[in-house]
């Protein structure tokens, strides 16, 4: 696909990631974002990238709910990779009624926008949470789907959009459900980062983690550089009506291993603090991604090992810290 590629939520964790990957591609690019938790420093490369692969970076500032920002946003598009949303299921759980209005409200007006914009791809990213608990594992895109949080209720309904369009005709529509992302870039702060980027930050600081529950859940992890690939094939693919994909490695890992890996690296223990289990948090997840092989032609290629040996590296860099997780640093 050639053309101009608008991204949603560009400044954010894995919006800013595709960014990066499309400008080195060579595509022209523009994202809108709002800043609401993406940040202006995730695309302080951006004009670099595209002056040397001969691209060009354009930077809208605005909420995906705005009718002239969006209509703006999609002129002249090739297609549109939606990552804006309240990405939270805590936050969704405390404010339902403004999740519902980002997540699934701007999806709705994205997709009204680019249907009368002509833009002919849409490539949402969803989430393995419209799954809930699910009966059996791995879990395949045919499973029913069981939200049990408004944040996956909202994906669910921003899905069910995308398919609206493309059943009618207006568009080719890809839904992707990621499972748990993570890799450089991802704030320690939010609590959709999950248990990676916090325990990394907790024990970079020399501070004690906190594992919710009893450390035994289980998650797919899947690298965001992996996770970029799959949304950069499902614009590049010839794709029709509407795909709904995993996006995981289809490996469970848990919370404890988790812990027990980075200590590895580190050298040295991470104290544990063991708290009540969070509200709408799923007991276990795993994708069966086989769908996106025989769709995409995609796989995670990324090991937990690796892609949590490069975070790391890149938390250190952002410290400035050669300290290992675990060790205090010295007064």
Known sequence: MDGLILVTGGAGFIGSHLVDALLTAGYDVRVLDDFSTGKQENLRGAEALAAAHGGHFQLIAGDVRGEFKMRDAVDGCAAVCHLAAVAS???SLADPVGTGSV???GTVNAVRMAVDADVPRFVLASTCAVYGDAAQL???ESSAPLPLSPYAEAKLAAEETCAAAADAGQMAAVCLRFFNVFGPRQDPGSEYSGVISRFM??????EPVTVYGDGLQTRDFV???DVVEAIVRALQRPL???SVLNVGSGTPTSVLDVLGRLEELAGAPIERRFAAARAGDIRDS???PGRARWVLGWEAGETFAGGLEKTLAWFKEQ???PAAPGRRPRA
Do not use: K, L, N
Not at 201 to 206: M, P, R
């Open 240 to 242: 029709s009506g509407v």
């Open 103 to 105: 997540t699934h409200g």
């Open 223 to 225: 690298y965001v550089g």
């Open 319 to 321: 410290a400035g810290e």
């Open 201 to 206: 930050a907790a024990a970079a600081a020399g």
């Open 89 to 91: 299921v805590t936050q």
């Open 138 to 140: 791995p879990v395949g």
């Open 286 to 288: 795993r994708a069966d």
